[in-house]
């Protein structure tokens, strides 16, 4: 069982940025693809991006592409989200997934984390 850890969330002016951190408690993360989620109140999770498990292979929504950038270090089994120009429309929860597919579907995660809330305001 591979516990995941968000951290890294808050509060944030509109046009700020944060860095989300993703860790695994007791197990290493770098075999596994990890993959962002968001869930804003009332709405569905929504795919944020998603990274391989080497790091090589990186996707993003369209939607984000340009303000998101996800990145790995596998020496410290920790994965990054860095959230730049953030709008208030970007306030959700954040969760990270880890799996053996590098995918944008989060039912085939394997493990997830906990959530950590990230609010923008105007």
């Known amino acids: 069982q591979v516990q995941l850890v968000e951290s890294g969330g808050g509060l944030v002016q509109a046009g700020g940025s944060l860095r989300l951190s993703c860790a695994a408690s007791e197990h290493t993360l770098n075999s596994y693809n990890v993959g962002w989620f968001r869930q804003a109140p009332g709405k569905e999770r929504e795919f944020v991006g998603a990274i391989g498990w080497s790091g090589r292979n990186i996707h993003y929504p369209d939607s984000l592409k340009g303000r998101f950038t996800i990145s790995r270090d596998n020496a410290k089994s920790t994965v990054y989200l860095q959230m730049n120009s953030l709008k208030p429309e970007d306030t959700a929860v954040y969760y990270c997934?880890?799996?053996?597919?590098?995918?944008?579907?989060?039912?085939?995660?394997?493990?997830w984390g906990q959530g950590t809330q990230v609010t923008v305001s105007p």
């Open positions: 997934a880890a799996g053996r597919s590098w995918t944008a579907v989060a039912d085939l995660y394997d493990y």
